[in-house]
């Protein structure tokens, strides 16, 4: 098979990106000045353009979404690729910082621990933008800023907000939330880890979790034990577990098919002490913590996938109308017309959905059938749109050097956590089974 | 028309009032089409944006702002209607106030630097600032114009394509460093004075959420040609607007005496 490369590569890789300080340079008059590389706001002709009349926002959010498109794609969207191919942030700890000067760790918690008070639809839009420039780093910001941080906000004591959201939302803190374990995934409530009450009131935990995002790196882990494992279920008690907690520790960081850069963990309890006021929630209560965070979990993290497809579509259709075959740009061939099309109407649709859920919970109209329905949608559909990607870019699509196959491999990643797709049927079809309970 | 300010020690008055002037132009990152009939390039349903000299002159008068050296920072704007959203970028960046001159669509073509400095001169004699900070071009018609016509029309000192602005050394002056074709020059202005930024100037913040949301609030005056009294009439015709020719191959040449024949041959060289 021989690789034909186009003539404007650079154009297309995402390495390459012209910046606005670039082309005022060649503008001005030519100065021996050389600039300071990381003063660069990137803006590119690689995007495909997201119409916000369609989905109601406001003023704001689409200013909002403006910010956060051109931070993502100067701080974060030319690192990608290393990322990637390193399956390591390195500087994960300065991005996160700079999250927290603009507020993007807490944007649903309060103002008093320094969030931004704001909508699921703000976050949501966050998400998104963050995606689109590397979905990896996104995962572990959705983890950090939904999983944890947003438990602390909605079941944390004053003293447990207190004591954790400020430095977890300012970015000096990376969170994480444990709740699968090795042998209980889809049963997640099958859990084995055990949480045994001391005479001193505190607890001891023994186990160890599996696929924890950011379990590698965080400071302030949420965690789902059993204290009252003959009762199942609701057996389940939440707790803050700190980093330097004497017995925990991350036996190893995962090799995994995508996402790599968001670091995965195995967690390591042994023996590990839990003082009494880090119960979050109420005692052999954690399954509501748990099921109610996972809806929240799965509609915020919906905002990920519609990332991937809307860099599927920047991706594809500019390199559509760039390589030519047969006199004219592939674009205009009615096979790849359609194809894009599907890619336009997967996005959109997706879109309105996520959004409108998004709405409805700020209203405080929780849907679990909903917030499944959402993730499994534009899963099932962000992994269609890059394999379309791929077609599209077609040999180009298969090499490394073009980001098709990491979107690819990045979106199945939606299909399987939070909750499988499988899983998420179940939930929505039992939903619609207790409609017609007589 | 004369404005003196107390040359008092700016450091201990209340902080110098700056006028920042922000241009909506065409996104630097769009492909420009010339329109079919050569009367310009196509702008209906095409992405704007702020003129990006204007985002670091924006910048600058939040900075001497948060650095005391400014006690209050308003947007202008002269524009069509939308370019009240550029106004709420600067608003959101951390601008005070803002002032949109609205200019009605059929006059917007014609609109030339000269008509620009006339309408921010007339608001300068309302305003009253201190400092008027300007890009020093747009990135549309790359004029670098209405800077210095301003500071003429208002008979204030001009400093253009500033790479810094502090207080002189005696505190009662602006020492701006300008980026030359020879280097740097350092030069000390009295104000009131114009000023208009360069690149170097600083690097422009992103607006934040809460920014954004609190730039709603703040208030946004809207203004009419009319009612500052300037004659908007053209004084220059566009006849045509073309695409740059298609660049032509060069060719390689191995030696000077190859270069020299062949800049002969073009007559290009006796």
């Known amino acids: 098979m021989q690789f034909i490369r186009p003539v404007l590569h650079s154009q297309v890789c995402t390495s390459a990106r012209p910046s606005a300080r670039q082309f005022l340079q060649k503008l001005g008059k030519s100065c021996s000045f050389s600039l300071n590389s990381s003063s660069t706001r990137l803006y590119s002709t690689e995007f495909f353009p997201i119409n916000d009349e369609l989905y109601g926002l406001t003023d704001e959010q689409k200013q909002l979404r403006q910010t956060i498109f051109q931070f993502c794609q100067k701080e974060l969207a030319p690192k990608a690729q290393q990322i990637d191919a390193e399956n390591d942030f390195k500087d994960i700890k300065k991005f996160w910082r700079q999250c927290g000067e603009l507020g993007l760790l807490g944007v649903t918690a309060p103002t008093e621990y320094g969030g931004l008070g704001a909508s699921y639809l703000d976050h949501a839009i966050v998400m998104e933008e963050m995606s689109r420039a590397c979905a990896a780093v996104a995962l572990s910001y959705g983890a950090h800023s939904n999983l944890c941080v947003n438990q602390i906000v909605r079941h944390g004591t004053d003293e447990q907000k207190s004591r954790y959201l400020p430095k977890l939302i300012s970015g000096e803190w990376i969170g994480a939330l444990a709740m699968s374990e090795p042998n209980a995934g889809s049963d997640v409530v099958s859990m084995t880890m055990r949480a045994d009450k001391q005479s001193d009131g505190s607890y001891v935990l023994n186990g160890s979790k599996f696929w924890i995002t950011n379990g590698p790196d965080a400071d302030v882990i949420v965690v789902y034990a059993k204290t009252k494992p003959e009762a199942g279920a609701h057996g389940i008690t939440t707790f803050l577990v700190e980093r330097d907690s004497p017995g925990f520790s991350c036996s190893r960081k995962l090799d995994k098919l995508g996402m790599r850069g968001s670091n995965t963990g195995e967690l390591v309890f042994d023996g590990v002490r839990v003082p009494a006021d880090r119960v979050m929630g109420r005692l052999d209560g954690g399954v509501y913590v748990l099921m109610s965070g996972l809806d929240i979990e799965r509609l915020l993290l919906s905002a990920g996938p519609l990332g991937i497809m809307q860099a599927a579509c920047d ?59 959402v993730i499994l949608k534009c899963a099932e559909d962000a992994t269609q749109s890059a394999l379309d990607a791929i077609q599209i870019l077609g040999g180009n699509g298969y090499i490394n050097e073009y980001p098709a196959g990491r979107l690819l491999r990045d979106a199945k990643l939606y299909e399987i956590g939070a909750g499988t797709s499988e899983v998420r049927r179940l939930v929505i079809g039992r939903a619609i089974n207790n409609i017609y309970k007589s | 028309y004369i404005h003196i300010i107390n040359k008092a020690d700016m450091a201990a008055s209340k902080g110098l009032k700056i006028l920042v002037g922000c241009k909506r132009v065409i996104d630097y990152a769009v492909k420009v089409r010339v329109k079919p009939d050569r009367s310009g390039v196509v702008t209906e349903g095409v992405k704007h944006s702020m003129n990006p000299f204007d985002e670091i002159a924006v910048e600058e008068a939040v900075r001497m702002k948060e650095k005391k050296l400014a006690g209050e920072a308003v947007a202008i704007s002269v524009g069509p209607p939308q370019s009240q959203e550029t106004l709420r970028t600067a608003l959101a960046m951390g601008i005070d106030r803002a002032i949109h001159v609205e200019i009605p669509l059929a006059q917007l073509e014609k609109l030339q630097p000269i008509h620009v400095s006339k309408l921010l001169a007339k608001v300068c004699e ?105 004659d908007l009439q053209p004084r220059q015709e566009v006849i045509s607007v073309e695409d740059p020719p298609v660049r032509k191959a060069g060719a390689k040449v191995e030696s000077v005496e190859d270069l020299v024949g062949k800049l002969r041959e073009k007559g290009l060289v006796k």
Request: net charge positive.
């Open chain 2, 126 to 230: 309302s305003e009253k600032p201190d400092l008027v900070i300007l890009g020093k071009q747009a990135i549309d018609d790359d004029c670098n114009q209405t800077g210095q016509m301003l500071a003429a029309l208002l008979d204030w000192p001009q400093a253009t394509f500033a790479s810094k602005i502090e207080p002189s050394q005696d505190s009662k002056q602006l020492r701006v460093t300008r980026e030359v074709d020879g280097g740097m020059e350092t030069i000390d202005v009295s104000v009131p004075a114009v000023v208009t930024s360069d690149l170097r100037l600083n690097e422009p913040r992103y607006a934040t959420l809460p920014n954004i949301m609190k730039a709603k609030k703040k208030p946004l005056a809207k203004m009419s040609p009319d009612q500052l009294g300037v």
């Open chain 1, 315 to 373: 991706t594809a259709f500019q390199y559509a109308h760039i390589r030519k075959a047969f006199g004219q740009s592939i674009g205009q061939f009615q096979l790849l017309q359609g194809k894009m099309a599907d890619m336009y109407c997967r996005l959109t649709s997706g879109r309105c959905y996520v959004y409108s859920v998004t709405r409805a919970l700020a209203q405080g109209s929780r849907q679990p059938m909903d917030c499944a329905g």
